[in-house]
Structures are given as structure tokens and as C-alpha cells.
């Protein structure tokens, strides 16, 4: 059974620092296109980072580009979100799933198989 499991979430305070993890069970992550969502209470679910099956193409939403980071690590079948300089407006549910393999913001439509999310908040 394929299966996408988040971790990570947590209350930071402005400018602080988390890193949220998705690994996978019933399949491999190597060379699986992978994307990071987020849905904030009251708005609609929204793309933030994506990476393509070769791990050449990294896209990130404009909100986050020099915050975020997105990666692979294939020993542990797990993608991760580094999210450093956290703001009050990255407060949200986040989410990881499988994407299309395409470069750009096309890398987030039709996503699949999603985790059930890892709660994101950042506070004073």
C-alpha cells in the first residue's frame, strides 16, 4: 500500500527554524517526484516546494524561495522541508504527496496520495 506519513510540525516563534519529513512505505521515494502543500484555517490548499524524480528540478513557491528547502534522502526514504525564517503567515497544515514528474509550478497538479498533514504553527 502506497503511503505518505508527515512529521515535524510544531509551534515556533517568528524567525525559527523547522525541518518537516515525509516517508514513504509501499514504495521507494528514489526517483519519485514529490511535492510539499500547505493549507491554511479559511484558505484554499496551496503549492510550496516541488522536486522532480532526478532531483534537478526545484521549485518553490514565491513566498518561500530563500527560506525553504526541499531534499531527498533515499537511504531513508524520506523527502524533507527545511523551513528556515519562519513567519507568522507559514502557519498552516502541511502536507506532502506525489506530483507530476514536470519542472515548475506545473509540479503541483494533479497530486496524489497524500499524507494527513503536519500541523505548522508559528507564534509568539
Known amino acids: 500500500q502506497v503511503q505518505l506519513v508527515e512529521s515535524g510540525g510544531d509551534l515556533v516563534q517568528p524567525g525559527g527554524s523547522l525541518r518537516l519529513s515525509c516517508v514513504a512505505s509501499?514504495?521507494?521515494?528514489?526517483?519519485?517526484?514529490i511535492g510539499w502543500f500547505r493549507q491554511a484555517p479559511g484558505k484554499e490548499r496551496e503549492g510550496v516546494a516541488c522536486?522532480?524524480?532526478?532531483?534537478?528540478?526545484?521549485y518553490y513557491e514565491k513566498s518561500v524561495r530563500g527560506r525553504f528547502t526541499i531534499s531527498r534522502d533515499n537511504a531513508k526514504n524520506t523527502v524533507y522541508l527545511q523551513m528556515n525564517s519562519l513567519k507568522p503567515e507559514d502557519t498552516a497544515v502541511y502536507y506532502c504527496?506525489?506530483?507530476?514528474?514536470?519542472?515548475?509550478?506545473?509540479?503541483?497538479?494533479?497530486?496524489?496520495?497524500w499524507g494527513q498533514g503536519t500541523q505548522v504553527t508559528v507564534s509568539s
Open positions: 509501499g514504495f521507494t521515494l528514489e526517483r519519485t517526484p
Open positions: 522536486i522532480t524524480s532526478r532531483d534537478d528540478g526545484l
Open positions: 504527496a506525489i506530483v507530476p514528474d514536470y519542472s515548475g509550478s506545473y509540479c503541483f497538479l494533479g497530486a496524489e496520495s
